[in-house]
């Protein structure tokens, strides 16, 4: 809330992350009342910001699959493009044209947490200190010379990987490949909702 507009509420992915986990939902309600209003968050407030647990109001709603998280995400970003929100860019100085957060947790969430180029000589076991494995993600085609921010054309990759995308002797053909995989890992996600 204070990274983006204490006014403005929470973002729209944790407020559907606490409005359909129970376990979130506690977590934020605990977070706001240590937060805001000395340990216990007014009743009211929650009532007015569709966080009070009710079981009438709220249903147990049940968590989405990875693939059908992984499918609305690419879906945000398609209605993104359509709306040409990916064509802005980020300030008026410097051109750089906006990377959608939900791409970036796409690709992750596809990734399972392992490097996605399929000659990958090995990531690095640490992890950082929130826990999240070691993992860049990348738009296949770069994204400051406006290459698709979308899943399908995106790829996590260890450090080592994108060293060498970025800056090894076989980046092209490396690059090529990578293509392919990230657009062969994007269909069989989307065909596992299909055939659910
Ligand atoms: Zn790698």
Redesign the pocket.
Known sequence: MEAHNPHGGLTTWAYELAASSETARAAVIDEIGNRFFDGTCPESLLKDVGLLPSRSACPPVQPPSLAEEYLRLCRKVEAAEAHGDHDRTTTDIRTQPVRSDDSRRAVLLRSNGR?E?PL?AG?PDDVTDSGAPILEVDHVDDRAAWGRDHPEQMIA??P??HATKTRGRTRETLRNLLRHEAQSRHRTWIAQVAST
Do not use: A
Request: hydrophobic share 10%.
């Open positions: 490097c180029n990958c990531q990759l260890c080592n990987c």
